[in-house]
């Protein structure tokens, strides 16, 4: 066996490996590894070098045997006898290395599974592809809940469903082929039932929650306008079969359906209502066919259809980034135009971000230079924090080579920015006896 190359080949490759492997997986319980990239190259390369060299063993001894064998008796199977001490010896050598070499093969599967499910795996990996969605994650409410959690659930037919769609886009990847921007909604992710509601409990979402609204003018003072309102969020219980406020719709005591007829699902011209009495309404925009139905995606409603960035947000506009940003102090208010001269430079069209960085600074920092320089010897540091201010908005939310730009991912919660609400809420749905869908504000807050 050790004089044919193919098997020296195979325990050299395997020792090496293996000595590796154990290596790194030490280096990575105590944290001293966080490299996406290395991650790939040690439990998920590195292990199938490893099972290769285990391979190459048995087949040099093959061909081996087969040599010897060579014009000579038939090749037959070696006889096994434990009571001989040669071979009780090589028996208990070959069990030992064989729970071993399990061993690490059980460990490098586990732990490439594990890094395949790490958020730094599903955002790092494909830097480019997913660096938007990362990014927007990472400075997400939900940056503590791992991708899988959401993405694939729990589950066997899941985990499988989401290795064949990882593989997919793999390839997706290497040819270039992806999406740009990363097209959403997401139209096989798993039922909000099964991934939102694991953590927030349907029937504990009750009452009503106080918003505040904080905008500022484009004036010298950046003058502040504040708008509070008394969002009736509301909520249900399966057990009383009641829902009021705004989750009404999460089908505690409805049943809702719609049909969208684009792929953002921003287009609703149908809706059907089922209550618990199993009473049933459908409300249609005129004009819509049945033809035009039947070709659109029909859907159960859930948490996804409002909140449907929930991990992911980016901002709507330059205003609503520089005004949240001022109200949390990222951006100083006692800047002269500090406000309009932000938007400005984040509503510019920069080829890259580098580009954008270096723009932003010179755009500012001329603009104060020019018309309030004793302002600027004073409170530099005001000044370089809006440039850092600024510099981070763009980064959190504009990413050229992905074409991702403020506005690119409507966010339904809401009316605002995006038709949201009123995608239904429009006084165009009607029941053929007449019922409206009606947009009524005070269905949903109360302006104080």
């Known amino acids: 066996m050790k004089r044919h190359p193919l098997s020296i080949a195979g325990i050299a490759l395997t020792t090496l490996t293996a000595l590796l492997f154990v290596f790194v997986f030490l280096l990575d319980m105590f944290g001293l590894h966080t490299n996406p990239y290395l991650g790939i190259v040690f439990f998920l390369i590195l292990p199938a070098f490893f099972v290769l060299g285990l391979l190459l063993i048995p087949l040099g001894m093959f061909f081996a045997r087969r040599r010897r064998a060579k014009g000579q008796e038939p090749l037959q199977w070696p006889r096994l006898d434990l009571n001989d001490a040669k071979q009780r010896r090589g028996v208990l050598i070959v069990a030992s290395l064989t729970m071993v070499n399990v061993l690490i093969v059980s460990l490098a599967a586990f732990r490439g599974l594990e890094f395949m499910d790490s958020p730094q795996f599903c955002g790092q990996v494909c830097h480019t592809v997913m660096e938007p969605e990362f990014v927007a994650y990472q400075n997400g409410p939900h940056s503590r809940v791992r991708c899988v959690d959401c993405h694939i659930g729990s589950g066997a037919s899941w985990f499988v469903k989401s290795k064949l769609d990882g593989t997919r886009q793999v390839v997706a990847v290497l040819r270039g082929t992806y999406s740009r921007p990363i097209a959403s909604p997401v139209h096989n992710l ?103 139905l039947a070709r659109g995606e029909r859907r159960r409603m859930d948490c996804m259809d ?127 006896d007449g019922r409206l869908i009606k947009q009524d504000c005070d269905l949903c807050h109360d302006i104080q």
């Not at 708008?227 to 399966?238: D, F, N, Q, Y």
């Not at 705004?246 to 209550?275: F, S």
């Not at 580098?354 to 600027?376: H, T």
Request: aromatic share 8%.
């Open 190 to 292: 798993r039922p909000a039932r099964d991934t939102c509601e694991t953590c927030h409990w349907p029937e504990k979402f009750h009452g009503d929650k106080l918003e505040v609204i904080r905008e500022y003018a484009n004036d010298e003072k950046n003058t502040e306008s504040v708008t509070r309102l008394a969002v009736h969020v509301g909520g249900g219980s399966e057990r009383l079969g009641v829902a009021s406020g705004i989750h009404w719709h999460m089908n505690v005591a409805n049943e809702i359906e719609y049909v969208a007829t684009d792929a953002k699902r921003q287009v609703i011209p149908y809706v059907r209502l089922k209550d618990r009495q199993g009473n049933v309404r459908e409300f249609r925009i005129a004009g819509v066919t049945d033809d035009q």
């Open 306 to 432: 409002c909140h449907n960035r929930p991990s992911h947000p980016f901002s709507a506009s330059p205003e609503r980034a520089v005004d949240s940003a001022i109200a949390r102090g990222e951006i100083p208010r006692t800047l002269p135009f500090a406000r309009r001269q932000a938007v400005e430079t984040l509503k510019i069209d920069y080829p890259s971000r580098p580009a954008a960085e270096a723009e932003i600074a010179r755009r500012l920092r001329e603009f104060y230079g020019q018309n309030y320089a004793p302002l600027v010897e004073a409170r530099g540091s005001e000044l370089d924090q809006l440039v850092r201010a600024a510099q981070r908005l763009y980064g959190r939310n504009v990413f050229p080579v992905m074409k991702v730009t403020w506005g690119a991912h409507e966010n339904n919660l809401g009316h605002t920015d995006a038709p949201g609400c009123f995608r239904c809420h429009d006084d165009q749905h009607k029941t053929a």
